[in-house]
């Protein structure tokens, strides 16, 4: 664990902890914390890491916002330049124009490779079809552990711990 003062405090707490009931072996549970809890900043400076990742989380949901808008405003822009270009390609096609040389750029009017259209995917040989790779089911095996199921091969790793955060 990266050294930071929240886990500096954590040790400070740890080692009174240990002090307090190493001198006061009778100690109740309730009474410790609470003396613990006078004598560190523990909790105060775990409320303000918390309140600091709430920040970061109301950022990053203004970011995914925000990316969310330019991406839609950069697939209207590709839409715009590639029905700019669908247009120019026609009016030069329909006049008969091969070339148009400027200072800034060249046209060319050029022809393309026609598409792939696919009528009936069923009648297609078997030949042109690519295998895929198996996927692992991992969502699956999961259901599968926890419903008390033994698959080989597999097994579930420990548990950790998270913190749950309510704001409202």
């Given amino acids: 664990m990266v050294s930071t003062p929240l886990t500096s405090e954590l040790s400070n707490h740890q080692y009174l ?7 006061f072996p009778d100690v109740d549970e309730e009474t410790l914390l609470d003396t613990l809890e006078g004598i560190t ?3 105060e400076m775990i409320a303000e890491v918390v309140r600091s990742r709430q920040d970061d989380m109301a950022f990053i949901s203004a970011v995914r916002a925000r990316i969310s808008d330019m991406q839609e405003r950069l697939s209207r ?3 715009r330049a590639e029905k700019k270009k669908e247009i120019v390609a ?3 096609e329909r006049a008969g124009i091969k070339k148009i040389t400027e200072a800034d750029f060249t046209l060319s009017l050029r ?3 026609p598409p792939l259209v696919v009528i009936e995917e069923k009648q297609i040989p078997e030949a042109y079809w690519k295998a895929q ?3 692992l089911d991992r969502l699956g095996l999961i259901s ?4 008390g199921i033994e698959v080989s091969g597999v097994t579930l790793g420990n548990g950790g711990v998270t913190i749950s955060v ?3």
């Fill in 90 to 92: 026609t009016v030069l």
């Fill in 41 to 43: 900043s523990l909790r």
């Fill in 133 to 135: 790779p198996p996927k």
């Fill in 166 to 168: 309510r704001t409202k």
């Fill in 17 to 23: 902890r240990w002090k307090l009931e190493e001198q």
């Fill in 111 to 113: 022809s393309t490779n």
């Fill in 77 to 79: 822009l590709d839409q």
């Fill in 144 to 147: 599968a552990l926890k419903a």
